[in-house]
């Protein structure tokens, strides 16, 4: 009885972390289209949407000219993508973890960060005209997805894989990879320094049809993961109860690897390569609402989205000069990481 009255409680919690992010989220996305080298007011910011959004053109009416372009057709295209690319890779960071059972697991554990670094550095390398400047973002989700079926191919065994032979393939595979990078960034001469830049991550010049990929892939993928939240809950006790309690659990995992890759293989395709997001959200909203995923994979993506978005926007509007977001993010999400780490661990040892 104590313990059903405290799952409701905690359950509870749990809906109104969720409802009190999804509101920080909205808020910092009005917020940051407001922000830049043009201040424009969250009032007049929610005219422009609403007016596009109905198409009712006398909203506008009294506003500058300038508004709607700079709104609709430069900030939100980033800023949607920047927070659906934060709710991505902090889905696939909750997937890893439960998956693989261990903490330093992120999106880019099996090697897809390096699969997409290693296709995005052909595009930029053979500069394909044929697809424009959408062949970085094609070749990058081609590379990342070759990459995770040849490491659930090499890591599988009679049919099933282990949590163990999956690390060590994706930590081999990553490290042929980036040699294969450096090589690549060897050859390339004057483009050497737009293939750096695409590795350190950015969120310039997105459209519309970037936010629409994101989110079609993002929404659909992690919808599939919270379908099968409540056996990824199973499967960390072990496959022997997972299976007793009839989870498939070599079935489950293998789905669920391959629709948390393809959400982070999108996202980094989108924006290059951007780290600890998947790392540290996890954790942050493990410490918040618990370990149970029918919570954790929701608010952990909501976290994650207004997190990213508040990185970019202080890379695009409050420093001087712009600075790619893999390195902010980096910078913050170490020492954050640490903190949350240390802190664990002291809750482990004490109780």
Known sequence: ??????????????????????????????????MGYIRIAPLTVLKVV??????????????DRIFPYVIWDIRLPRILTAAIVGCGLSISGVVFQGILLNPLADPYTLGISAGAAFGAS??????????????????????????????????????????NNLILSGIIV?????????????????????????????????????VFLTFVIVVSGGLFCFYFSRDLNAMALGDRIAMSLGVHANRIRVALLVAASLIASVCVAVSGI?????????????????????ILIPTSALLGGSMLLIADTVTRAVLPHEIPIGVLTAIIGGPVF????????????HG
Request: hydrophobic share 55%; glycine share 8%; net charge positive.
């Open 122 to 163: 052909i595009a930029l390398l053979m500069e394909i005209p044929l697809l424009g400047a959408y062949s970085v973002p094609i070749f990058a989700f081609i590379g990342s997805l070759f990459t995770l079926l040849f490491v659930l191919s090499i890591s599988s065994f009679e049919g099933r894989i282990a949590s």
């Open 274 to 294: 951007i780290g600890f997001v998947g790392l540290v959200i996890p954790h942050l909203m493990r410490f918040m609402v618990g370990p149970d995923n029918r």
């Open 338 to 349: 640490c903190y949350v780490f240390r802190r664990q661990r002291r809750v482990m040892i």
């Open 50 to 63: 609403f007016s596009k959004l109905s198409g009712n053109k006398q909203m506008l009416k009294g506003l």
């Open 174 to 210: 990553a490290t042929v990879l980036s040699a294969g990078i450096s090589f690549i960034k060897y050859v390339a001469d004057e483009q050497v320094s737009v293939i750096v830049f695409w590795l350190l991550g950015s969120f310039n010049s997105r459209t519309w049809i970037d």
């Open 1 to 34: 009885m104590v313990d059903f009255v405290r799952g409701a409680s905690h359950r509870r919690r749990g809906v109104f972390i969720f409802l009190a992010l999804s509101l920080s989220l909205v808020l910092v996305i009005l917020l940051s289209t407001g």
